[in-house]
Protein backbone atom coordinates (compact mmCIF):
# COMPACT_ATOMS: atom_id res chain seq x y z
CA UNK A 1 0.00 0.00 0.00
CA UNK A 2 1.47 3.41 -1.08
CA UNK A 3 2.20 5.62 1.66
CA UNK A 4 3.25 9.49 2.02
CA UNK A 5 4.88 10.71 4.63
CA UNK A 6 3.95 14.65 5.90
CA UNK A 7 6.22 16.77 8.23
CA UNK A 8 3.77 19.76 9.93
CA UNK A 9 4.18 22.73 10.57
CA UNK A 10 5.03 21.57 14.10
CA UNK A 11 7.98 19.14 13.28
CA UNK A 12 5.43 16.18 13.63
CA UNK A 13 6.15 13.30 11.26
CA UNK A 14 2.77 11.65 10.11
CA UNK A 15 2.42 8.80 7.38
CA UNK A 16 -0.91 8.86 4.97
CA UNK A 17 -2.28 5.77 3.29
CA UNK A 18 -2.38 7.27 0.12
CA UNK A 19 -6.12 6.61 -1.66
CA UNK A 20 -6.03 3.77 -4.11
CA UNK A 21 -6.92 4.30 -7.44
CA UNK A 22 -10.09 1.63 -6.54
CA UNK A 23 -11.11 3.60 -3.77
CA UNK A 24 -11.03 7.21 -6.25
CA UNK A 25 -12.93 4.93 -8.71
CA UNK A 26 -15.85 3.94 -6.39
CA UNK A 27 -16.11 7.48 -4.76
CA UNK A 28 -16.33 8.70 -8.16
CA UNK A 29 -19.15 6.47 -9.11
CA UNK A 30 -20.79 7.02 -5.62
CA UNK A 31 -20.59 10.85 -6.72
CA UNK A 32 -22.04 10.29 -9.97
CA UNK A 33 -25.49 8.18 -8.89
CA UNK A 34 -25.94 10.87 -7.17
CA UNK A 35 -25.88 13.20 -10.00
CA UNK A 36 -28.20 10.39 -11.74
CA UNK A 37 -30.29 10.81 -8.93
CA UNK A 38 -30.98 14.21 -9.06
CA UNK A 39 -31.17 14.46 -13.17
CA UNK A 40 -33.83 11.74 -11.92
CA UNK A 41 -36.11 13.70 -9.73
CA UNK A 42 -35.70 16.58 -12.02
CA UNK A 43 -36.79 15.31 -14.58
CA UNK A 44 -39.52 13.84 -12.52
CA UNK A 45 -40.45 17.36 -11.61
CA UNK A 46 -40.55 18.49 -14.95
CA UNK A 47 -43.30 16.13 -15.73
CA UNK A 48 -45.15 17.17 -12.73
CA UNK A 49 -44.84 20.67 -13.38
CA UNK A 50 -47.89 22.37 -15.22
CA UNK A 51 -45.72 25.31 -16.58
CA UNK A 52 -42.76 22.77 -17.49
CA UNK A 53 -40.54 25.94 -15.65
CA UNK A 54 -40.88 27.64 -19.59
CA UNK A 55 -38.67 25.58 -21.62
CA UNK A 56 -35.63 24.01 -22.39
CA UNK A 57 -33.22 27.10 -21.10
CA UNK A 58 -34.46 27.01 -18.08
CA UNK A 59 -33.64 23.44 -17.42
CA UNK A 60 -30.38 23.50 -18.85
CA UNK A 61 -29.64 26.04 -16.12
CA UNK A 62 -31.14 23.72 -13.38
CA UNK A 63 -29.39 20.76 -14.29
CA UNK A 64 -26.01 22.24 -14.94
CA UNK A 65 -24.96 24.21 -12.01
CA UNK A 66 -25.43 21.98 -9.50
CA UNK A 67 -23.43 19.28 -10.70
CA UNK A 68 -20.98 21.85 -12.14
CA UNK A 69 -20.41 23.07 -8.87
CA UNK A 70 -20.91 20.06 -6.96
CA UNK A 71 -17.20 18.96 -6.69
CA UNK A 72 -16.02 22.44 -5.79
CA UNK A 73 -18.58 23.03 -2.91
CA UNK A 74 -18.76 19.87 -1.31
CA UNK A 75 -14.59 19.41 -0.84
CA UNK A 76 -14.86 23.41 0.16
CA UNK A 77 -17.87 22.82 3.14
CA UNK A 78 -16.91 19.39 4.18
CA UNK A 79 -12.97 19.60 4.46
CA UNK A 80 -12.20 18.09 1.12
CA UNK A 81 -14.69 15.40 1.21
CA UNK A 82 -17.47 14.97 -1.50
CA UNK A 83 -20.31 12.18 -0.40
CA UNK A 84 -18.39 9.51 -2.23
CA UNK A 85 -15.14 10.56 -0.63
CA UNK A 86 -16.71 10.59 2.74
CA UNK A 87 -18.34 7.31 1.76
CA UNK A 88 -14.80 5.72 1.01
CA UNK A 89 -12.73 7.27 3.83
CA UNK A 90 -10.63 9.03 1.76
CA UNK A 91 -10.01 12.95 1.05
CA UNK A 92 -7.62 15.69 -0.49
CA UNK A 93 -5.33 17.46 1.49
CA UNK A 94 -2.26 19.91 0.66
CA UNK A 95 1.09 18.40 0.12
CA UNK A 96 2.22 20.27 3.26
CA UNK A 97 -0.51 18.28 5.07
CA UNK A 98 -2.54 21.47 5.94
CA UNK A 99 -6.39 20.93 4.90
CA UNK A 100 -5.90 22.18 1.27
CA UNK A 101 -7.18 26.01 0.32
CA UNK A 102 -9.43 27.57 -1.36
CA UNK A 103 -7.30 27.88 -4.57
CA UNK A 104 -6.10 24.47 -4.46
CA UNK A 105 -9.53 23.25 -4.34
CA UNK A 106 -10.52 25.42 -7.25
CA UNK A 107 -7.66 24.45 -9.06
CA UNK A 108 -8.25 20.78 -8.44
CA UNK A 109 -11.73 21.28 -10.00
CA UNK A 110 -11.31 23.41 -13.04
CA UNK A 111 -8.94 20.06 -13.95
CA UNK A 112 -11.39 17.86 -13.85
CA UNK A 113 -12.67 19.40 -17.33
CA UNK A 114 -9.74 17.64 -18.91
CA UNK A 115 -8.42 15.31 -17.50
CA UNK A 116 -11.93 13.42 -16.26
CA UNK A 117 -14.57 14.80 -18.50
CA UNK A 118 -12.80 15.49 -21.73
CA UNK A 119 -10.66 12.10 -21.84
CA UNK A 120 -13.73 10.37 -20.24
CA UNK A 121 -11.72 9.65 -16.86
CA UNK A 122 -9.30 8.08 -19.00
CA UNK A 123 -6.34 10.74 -18.63
CA UNK A 124 -6.64 10.95 -15.24
CA UNK A 125 -6.87 6.62 -14.64
CA UNK A 126 -3.24 6.54 -15.81
CA UNK A 127 -2.16 9.80 -14.00
CA UNK A 128 -3.39 8.87 -10.69
CA UNK A 129 -1.82 4.58 -11.59
CA UNK A 130 1.53 5.87 -13.02
CA UNK A 131 2.40 9.31 -10.72
CA UNK A 132 4.04 8.42 -6.73
CA UNK A 133 1.56 10.07 -5.39
CA UNK A 134 -1.50 8.94 -6.94
CA UNK A 135 -2.48 12.42 -8.43
CA UNK A 136 -4.28 12.89 -11.30
CA UNK A 137 -2.94 16.54 -13.33
CA UNK A 138 -5.33 18.90 -11.31
CA UNK A 139 -3.66 17.24 -8.08
CA UNK A 140 -0.19 18.13 -9.89
CA UNK A 141 -1.18 21.56 -10.76
CA UNK A 142 -2.71 22.27 -6.91
CA UNK A 143 -0.17 20.61 -5.27
CA UNK A 144 -2.70 18.00 -3.43
CA UNK A 145 -3.84 14.38 -3.97
CA UNK A 146 -6.29 12.05 -1.89
CA UNK A 147 -5.01 10.14 1.64
CA UNK A 148 -7.08 8.13 3.62
CA UNK A 149 -8.65 9.67 6.78
CA UNK A 150 -6.57 8.07 9.07
CA UNK A 151 -2.95 8.70 9.33
CA UNK A 152 -1.12 5.93 8.95
CA UNK A 153 1.08 6.85 11.94
CA UNK A 154 -1.42 6.38 15.19
CA UNK A 155 -1.40 10.30 16.69
CA UNK A 156 -1.13 8.52 19.86
CA UNK A 157 2.65 7.84 18.62
CA UNK A 158 3.04 11.31 18.07
CA UNK A 159 0.53 13.48 20.20
CA UNK A 160 2.95 12.72 23.53
CA UNK A 161 6.10 12.38 21.86
CA UNK A 162 8.81 14.88 23.65
CA UNK A 163 10.29 17.68 21.36
CA UNK A 164 14.22 16.39 20.50
CA UNK A 165 15.43 19.47 19.04
CA UNK A 166 17.56 21.48 22.00
CA UNK A 167 17.25 24.55 19.44
CA UNK A 168 12.61 24.34 19.61
CA UNK A 169 11.77 27.71 20.08
CA UNK A 170 8.47 27.57 22.59
CA UNK A 171 5.36 29.28 21.64
CA UNK A 172 2.95 29.30 24.39
CA UNK A 173 5.27 28.84 27.41
CA UNK A 174 1.82 30.00 29.63
CA UNK A 175 0.85 25.66 28.80
CA UNK A 176 2.75 24.49 31.62
CA UNK A 177 -0.27 26.25 33.68
CA UNK A 178 -2.48 22.96 32.43
CA UNK A 179 -2.20 19.90 33.75
CA UNK A 180 -2.00 16.53 32.20
CA UNK A 181 -5.65 15.99 31.94
CA UNK A 182 -5.64 19.23 29.94
CA UNK A 183 -3.83 18.09 27.55
CA UNK A 184 -4.97 14.57 26.99
CA UNK A 185 -8.75 16.01 26.33
CA UNK A 186 -6.39 18.52 23.56
CA UNK A 187 -5.36 14.89 22.64
CA UNK A 188 -8.76 13.74 22.12
CA UNK A 189 -9.86 16.81 20.25
CA UNK A 190 -7.14 16.10 17.67
CA UNK A 191 -8.11 12.57 17.35
CA UNK A 192 -11.48 13.16 16.74
CA UNK A 193 -11.16 16.21 14.23
CA UNK A 194 -8.75 13.50 12.29
CA UNK A 195 -11.39 10.81 12.28
CA UNK A 196 -14.23 13.12 11.29
CA UNK A 197 -12.88 16.31 9.91
CA UNK A 198 -15.08 17.80 12.39
CA UNK A 199 -13.01 21.50 12.66
CA UNK A 200 -15.22 23.58 14.82
CA UNK A 201 -14.49 21.55 17.89
CA UNK A 202 -11.27 22.11 17.34
CA UNK A 203 -11.93 26.42 17.39
CA UNK A 204 -13.93 25.82 20.30
CA UNK A 205 -11.19 24.27 22.06
CA UNK A 206 -8.84 26.95 20.70
CA UNK A 207 -11.24 29.91 22.61
CA UNK A 208 -11.40 27.73 25.58
CA UNK A 209 -7.79 27.53 26.01
CA UNK A 210 -7.15 31.22 25.02
CA UNK A 211 -9.32 32.27 27.70
CA UNK A 212 -8.27 30.19 30.55
CA UNK A 213 -4.37 30.94 30.01
CA UNK A 214 -5.88 34.76 28.68
CA UNK A 215 -3.38 33.92 25.34
CA UNK A 216 -3.77 34.86 21.88
CA UNK A 217 -3.32 32.14 19.30
CA UNK A 218 -0.82 33.22 16.47
CA UNK A 219 -1.85 30.76 14.56
CA UNK A 220 -4.41 30.74 11.34
CA UNK A 221 -5.86 27.22 12.11
CA UNK A 222 -7.13 26.26 15.05
CA UNK A 223 -5.82 22.36 14.85
CA UNK A 224 -2.47 24.11 13.61
CA UNK A 225 -2.49 26.12 17.68
CA UNK A 226 -3.47 23.12 19.27
CA UNK A 227 -0.42 20.97 17.77
CA UNK A 228 1.83 23.76 18.78
CA UNK A 229 0.62 23.66 21.96
CA UNK A 230 1.18 19.95 22.54
CA UNK A 231 4.49 20.09 21.22
CA UNK A 232 4.94 23.08 23.70
CA UNK A 233 3.89 21.52 26.67
CA UNK A 234 5.85 18.05 25.44
CA UNK A 235 8.98 20.18 25.17
CA UNK A 236 9.02 22.18 28.89
CA UNK A 237 7.40 19.13 30.35
CA UNK A 238 10.15 17.02 29.66
CA UNK A 239 12.99 19.45 31.03
CA UNK A 240 10.90 18.93 34.73
Do not use: C
Amino acid sequence: MAVISITTTQNIELEYDLASLGERIVATIIDLVIFFGYLFLVLMAMNFSSNALSGWGWLNILLFLPIAFYSLLSEIIFNGQSVGKRVMGIKVISLNGNQASFSQYLTRWLFRLIDLWMFSFVLATIMVAITEKHQRLGDLIAGTTLVKTRPHTAMQQTLYTPVADTNYAVNYPEVTNLRDADMQLVKEVLLTVQRTGNTMLALQTMRKIETVLNIKSRHEEPINFLYTLLSDYNHLTAKM
